[in-house]
């Protein structure tokens, strides 16, 4: 991997395609073809794909410009005098020799000619402009602006072994496999639509779920049986770290026949806490207690102040919302739920204002010790660009 290779990259990424990257660049597309070709077999990965807007990157391309664009930062703050292309081999021997404090000892280490590797040194503090090193009577040491030069070698170093590492598990990940925990509703709402999506990009990887309440969820995780959990935010545990997905918030859902009775105007009328208190004497459809949605809708009444008459309860909001569409009484809902099952007929659905804090939060949750698979962190990433 060199300097020159991810430039040509970079050029194809901005451009779209080869031929607008290599008039860009004053160069031939097959030259950059053959760059991209040979780049991609060293690090066993295909950085675009071909779409009707021209080459967009992969999945792994996307990775890979994330390492280049650090890594090009890196490269424009060395102040070279000319433009270089900077190898890693090059790159290894200036550390070698920074290590060893001498060309004929780093010469031996990296089982080279010394005049070879004088010349690469001279090629090198030509294209800088300045001294890497100066010349002793026991080796080198280094001038000060060589120090500086070698310490954003080594950044450099870093940047290209964690590129490459994160190259290899892309490669893993044809025979991989993504664990989770999922509340089954929740599953219900998101899984339709991620997991067409992520089996489709990586038909490799095995795809586990279990579907659970979040007491169980977090046991599972917990013990090492799932790599992560989605679910909705709950009490905060000391080893597990949690990340938002999305902020989903409540609404009031009403029986159509009911509106004008209870003074309701149209859909983008707010309940407060004075409209929902005034609710409580009318009956109420709830969720069975234990679940998460009842502990928000609990939450959200007694921040109104209200004790409503609970009419029946049930373990599944689709039955809540079907039964409220049927005129049995009132119900709160997450609005993303609302529509999951079955269409709005026979309800009339009204936002909550601020006050009443009628949100529930989706998370991610995994160990804070450890690093997750990158085929789960693959899922997380895809799940991220869905929900926002």
Same mark, same amino acid.
């Given at each position: 991997?060199?300097?020159?290779?991810?430039?040509?990259? *970079?050029?194809?990424?901005?451009?779209?395609?080869?031929?607008?990257?290599?008039?860009?660049?004053?160069? =031939?597309?097959?030259?950059?073809?053959?760059?991209?070709?040979?780049?991609?077999?060293?690090?066993?990965?295909?950085?675009?794909?071909?779409?009707?807007?021209?080459?967009?990157?992969?999945?792994?391309?996307?990775?890979?410009?994330?390492?280049?664009? =650090?890594?090009?930062?890196?490269?424009?703050? +060395?102040?070279?005098?000319?433009?270089?292309?900077?190898?890693?081999?090059?790159?290894?021997?200036?550390?070698?020799?920074?290590?060893?404090?001498?060309?004929?000892?780093?010469?031996?280490? %990296?089982?080279?000619?010394?005049?070879?590797?004088?010349?690469?040194?001279?090629?090198? =503090?030509?294209?800088? $402009?300045?001294?890497?090193?100066?010349?002793?009577?026991?080796?080198?040491? =280094?001038?000060?602006?060589?120090?500086?030069?070698?310490? *954003?070698?080594?950044? %450099?170093?870093?940047?290209?072994?964690?590129?490459?590492?994160?190259?290899?598990?892309?490669?893993?990940?044809?025979?991989?496999?993504?664990?989770?925990?999922?509340?089954?509703?929740?599953?219900?709402?998101?899984?339709?639509?991620?997991?067409? *999506?992520?089996?489709?990009?990586?038909?490799?990887?095995?795809?586990?779920?279990?579907?659970?309440?979040?007491?169980?969820?977090?046991?599972?995780?917990?013990?090492?049986?799932?790599?992560?959990?989605?679910?909705?935010?709950?009490?905060?545990?000391?080893?597990? !770290?949690?990340?938002?997905?999305?902020?989903?918030?409540?609404? %009031?859902?009403?029986?159509?026949?009911?509106?004008?009775?209870?003074?309701?105007?149209?859909? $983008?009328?707010?309940?407060?806490?004075?409209?929902?208190?005034?609710?409580?004497?009318?009956?109420?459809?709830?969720?069975?207690?234990? *679940?998460?949605?009842?502990?928000?809708?609990?939450?959200?009444?007694?921040?109104?102040?209200?004790?409503?008459?609970?009419? !029946?309860?049930?373990?599944? +909001?689709?039955?809540?919302?079907?039964?409220?569409?049927?005129? +049995?009484?009132?119900?709160?809902?997450?609005?993303?739920?609302?529509?999951?099952?079955?269409?709005?007929? $026979?309800?009339?659905?009204?936002?909550?204002?601020?006050? %009443?804090?009628?949100?529930?939060?989706?998370?991610?949750?995994?160990?804070?010790?450890?690093?997750?698979?990158? !085929?789960?962190?693959?899922?997380?990433?895809?799940?991220?660009?869905?929900?926002?």
């Amino acid at each position: 991997m060199d300097e020159r290779q991810l430039r040509y990259a *970079q050029a194809i990424r901005a451009a779209g395609s080869l031929t607008g990257a290599a008039g860009a660049l004053g160069r =031939e597309p097959s030259t950059l073809a053959r760059a991209l070709k040979k780049l991609e077999g060293e690090l066993g990965a295909a950085f675009f794909r071909r779409g009707a807007l021209g080459l967009t990157a992969t999945r792994e391309g996307e990775v890979f410009f994330e390492y280049a664009d =650090e890594a090009f930062r890196l490269l424009a703050a +060395m102040n070279r005098a000319e433009e270089g292309n900077l190898t890693e081999r090059e790159m290894e021997y200036l550390l070698v020799i920074r290590r060893e404090r001498g060309i004929a000892r780093a010469a031996k280490a %990296l089982y080279v000619a010394q005049p070879s590797l004088s010349q690469i040194l001279m090629k090198l =503090e030509k294209e800088c $402009g300045f001294p890497i090193f100066v010349r002793q009577r026991d080796g080198v040491a =280094e001038t000060e602006a060589g120090r500086r030069f070698l310490d *954003q070698v080594e950044e %450099l170093a870093v940047i290209y072994g964690r590129l490459r590492r994160d190259m290899e598990e892309f490669q893993q990940m044809r025979r991989g496999l993504v664990s989770f925990g999922i509340p089954y509703n929740l599953g219900t709402s998101l899984l339709p639509d991620i997991l067409p *999506q992520f089996t489709s990009r990586y038909p490799g990887v095995e795809v586990r779920f279990f579907e659970n309440n979040s007491v169980e969820l977090d046991r599972m995780v917990l013990e090492g049986k799932t790599d992560f959990n989605i679910m909705h935010f709950q009490k905060e545990k000391e080893k597990l !770290c949690y990340e938002t997905l999305e902020v989903d918030p409540f609404c %009031l859902a009403v029986p159509e026949s009911w509106q004008k009775r209870l003074g309701f105007k149209d859909e $983008g009328q707010k309940i407060g806490k004075k409209e929902l208190k005034s609710l409580e004497n009318e009956p109420f459809v709830m969720v069975a207690r234990g *679940q998460k949605l009842r502990q928000t809708a609990d939450e959200i009444l007694s921040r109104a102040q209200a004790k409503p008459l609970i009419r !029946c309860s049930t373990k599944s +909001m689709e039955t809540a919302k079907r039964l409220a569409a049927a005129g +049995m009484g009132l119900t709160l809902l997450p609005q993303s739920y609302v529509t999951l099952f079955s269409d709005t007929r $026979g309800l009339r659905c009204f936002s909550l204002k601020e006050e %009443l804090k009628g949100v529930w939060t989706i998370v991610a949750v995994y160990p804070k010790e450890g690093t997750l698979p990158r !085929c789960s962190r693959e899922f997380l990433q895809m799940l991220r660009e869905r929900m926002s």
